[in-house]
């Protein structure tokens, strides 16, 4: 799987993974921040958030002409990784208003813009090399695994933030609480669920360390808390993206040999790879091709952007906030990656290929993290685990890390039998799964009514409705993403490759705008018609791309 890369790869790989732990761990808590700290609605933090994104993604169009025609990749990117690190130190500052987090939102947005689409318009450069185009697929599928890492730790990041800055202020985090808190506040004696506030507050107060005194006191207190643990959460976001930048600028050999334009032959120097132009009227006709791509790409991740939106309002209002010791077990890093380890131990014990330093290796992976497995899971309470809606988040890039390899051994197995999928077909049979993945939140959903319902606890739902659809999206993601991003890069005219890949984000910057738009159908609606909604969106952009199949097939025939 990761024999024949090229070094480039890595530096990417690693570059990427440092700032996707920065963004996730901002986006596992940015919809969280807003409505605690500016008391907002679902629709208007649904408004922030996907105008945010719609800049996260549209910002590459312009990010790849610039590097096309003015800076070059290199330069674009870390102008890029040094705006994000601003924006996140602006958005990490405790004193700003709602401008301020507009400003840092905006530097955000051009810095992610800048070195986006350009990184894996570099990645596909390293395929174009004679030989090297084979690789393609598996080398984005890795890349994507790798970057999906950092995905992965950021949420227990954020949360580890937000309960180590609540608990110095004698609190413990509540998902209930700081809507209630912000509409009393608003409401004062109007307010009709002072008791049910009440109750909130003084069960998760931590005796000792906070007096109750009265609730008006308490909802500021606990608003500013949670608010301000939130702000040191996007700190480590800037921290992460600071060494990405280091990882970029200190292994830049590995890649320098491609930091250059579209060059004829005989305009190159010797250590440089040739990047030949194409003729117009195949340009053309590979950039129809995209465009039509690009219309499809709207709908996939207007879907599955509702991570960082409905679907982590649903694990904060309708699911349990607490779970027995074993489902805690894949909340908690502390146990869940003992045991993975002890898993690949297991795998390398049974490894008909593995030397014998590889099986003690693998011996030693099953003693060791059964073990702390044990010491773990045994201090747990019986009596169930309180789970943060923050932790839902870190379940889509582990999926990733452990399904990737196995999706590529069987694209691989496939291709050695000369039945391996095209990529345009791996993208509608990722479309088509992505349907099903919210046709089970159609099904979790209907035992509720609108989304402005407060329910009790004793009927909320198994977190495992969320696993099970988080599992299956990021099955379809894999057949989607890195495959999209991958034919975009070997389908895009030379001279329009960072450009392309700025397409293929500005399509996925209109997707993330209605991400957060349709917040208002999440307000109005029973919450099953909304993610019906979804599922029906994506079986029609399933339908389109399977009738337009020969024309993405064909688009890089002359």
Do not use: C
């Not at 596909?124 to 995905?151: E, H, P, T, W």
Request: without cysteine; charged residues 15%; hydrophobic residues 50%.
């Amino acid at each position: 799987m990761f024999k024949g890369h090229p070094k480039g790869l890595y530096v990417f790989l690693f570059a990427n993974m440092g700032e996707r732990f920065g963004y996730y761990t901002m986006i596992a808590i940015f919809t969280l921040f807003l409505q605690a700290k500016f008391g907002m609605s679902a629709k208007e933090a649904g408004h922030v958030y996907g105008l945010f994104l719609f800049g996260i993604y549209f910002i590459p169009l312009i990010g790849g002409l610039l590097a096309d025609k003015v800076l070059g990749f290199g330069k674009t990117i870390s102008l890029g990784i040094v705006l994000m690190i601003l924006g996140y130190i602006l958005l990490a500052n405790t004193s700003n208003g709602i401008m301020g987090i507009y400003v840092a939102l905006a530097v955000i947005s051009v810095g992610t813009g800048f070195f986006k689409g350009n990184l894996q318009a570099m990645v596909g450069r390293l395929y174009d090399q004679s030989g090297m185009g084979k690789l393609r697929d598996a080398a984005f599928s890795l890349f994507y695994m790798g970057i999906n890492i950092g995905a992965f730790f950021a949420p227990s990041a954020a949360e580890a933030m937000n309960n180590f800055m609540m608990k110095k202020d004698g609190f413990i985090y509540s998902g209930k609480i700081p809507e209630l808190a912000n509409e009393y506040l608003k409401q004062g004696d109007a307010f009709d669920k002072a008791e049910k506030l009440t109750q909130y507050a003084h069960e998760n107060i931590i005796a000792g360390s906070y007096q109750f005194t009265d609730l008006k006191a308490f909802s500021t207190d606990y608003i500013a808390s949670v608010s301000q643990s939130y702000n040191y959460g996007f700190g480590i976001a800037a921290l992460s993206i600071l060494v990405s930048l280091i990882i970029f600028v200190a292994f830049r050999k590995h890649y320098k040999h491609i930091d250059v334009k579209v060059k004829k032959k005989g305009e190159v120097n010797k250590d440089e790879v040739v990047i030949a132009d194409i003729p117009k009227a195949q340009a053309k006709k590979r950039m129809i091709a995209l465009g039509l791509l690009f219309l499809v790409n709207i709908f996939f991740w207007m879907s599955f952007h509702q991570n960082g939106f409905t679907l982590t309002l649903f694990a904060r209002d309708f699911t349990v906030t607490s779970v027995s010791p074993a489902t805690y077990t894949l909340f908690d890093l502390t146990s869940l990656l003992p045991i993975i380890a002890a898993i690949i131990g297991v795998v390398f014990l049974f490894d008909k290929t593995a030397n014998k330093t590889k099986k003690m290796i693998g011996a030693a992976l099953v003693v060791v993290g059964a073990a702390i497995a044990y010491y773990v899971i045994s201090g747990y309470s019986a009596d169930g685990m309180p789970i943060n809606p923050i932790k839902f988040q870190h379940f889509n890039p582990i999926f990733i890390v452990f399904i990737t390899p196995i999706i590529i051994a069987i694209f691989t197995k496939l291709n050695k039998k000369g039945k391996e999928p095209s990529s345009p077909r791996k993208i509608g049979i990722g479309l088509i799964l992505a349907a099903f993945s919210f046709g089970i939140m159609v099904i979790a959903a209907m035992q509720f009514g609108n989304s402005n319902d407060l329910v009790d606890d004793a009927l909320r739902v198994t977190p495992f409705w969320l696993i099970g659809t988080y599992f299956s999206l990021t099955i379809s993601e894999l057949f989607y993403s890195p495959i999209g991003i991958s034919f975009v890069s070997k389908v895009a005219p030379p001279k329009m490759a960072g450009l392309a890949q700025g397409g293929w984000f500005a399509s996925t910057a209109i997707g993330n705008l209605l991400a957060g738009f349709i917040g208002a159908f999440w307000d109005g609606w029973q919450m099953w018609q909304f993610f019906l909604l979804l599922v029906v969106m994506l079986i029609l952009s399933a339908i389109f791309i399977f009738s337009i199949m020969r024309t993405l097939e064909t688009a890089t025939d002359h």
